[in-house]
């Protein structure tokens, strides 16, 4: 079975384009404004149609009120709603009733009691995405996009419901960790940039044909 690839925290049409010719299976849009990768509403009205019916459209927020789920809903139209903040099981159940998009809920890993925690949220999110967390001598760290890598292993050999595996991953180690954590969805933002920001046409091509070839 192919493995889906997410390409996160695209910002223009050119980058939108380019992940969806290369296979993309999902596009996401960061609604984050200290994220080098963050989008207004309005430009992610422009950029979503140029997926929309190719790739599923991600909505990623973190800790994110009603009235922004409610702009982004109404505006965007996603097809998930990425939770990456400190969002509780409560807090996923009521993001999906009141959007009526299903949730992505991001959890970020640094130990294996982090693993454990994404049991509280398999009856409330449509899917888990494992993220690095980021490291405590990491300055202005963001909920996301660090480029940083946890320890696979600490996935290796466990039986879960279908996941999406985050966190430094890159065209040259995406194939080895597909390998090591059997992960049929993988995710990726800075691992395919030029600069913080910048999306890299030729990385987004790399890091897809590498995740699709691999297993």
Known sequence: MTVEVK????????????????????????????SPRNVSIDQAALLAPLARGRARIVALVVDADDALLQQITSVVDPDFIQAHGSETPERVADIERFTGKPVIKAIKVRD???????????????????????????????????????DWALLDGKKRPAFMLAGGLTPDNVADAIRDTGAPMVDVSSGVESAPGIKDIGLIRKFIEAAKSAR
């Not at 009691?113 to 899917?127: E, G, I, K, R, T």
Request: some cysteine.
């Open 7 to 34: 390409i996160c925290g695209l910002s223009t049409p050119e980058s939108v384009a380019a992940a969806i010719e290369a296979g993309a299976d999902f596009v996401g849009f960061v609604f984050f404004p200290k």
């Open 112 to 150: 294996a009691a982090d693993v454990a925690s994404a049991a509280a949220y398999s009856d409330v999110a449509s899917l888990i995405l494992y993220d690095a967390k980021a490291p405590e001598t990491l300055g202005n760290a963001l909920p996301g996009g660090n480029g940083h890598a946890f």
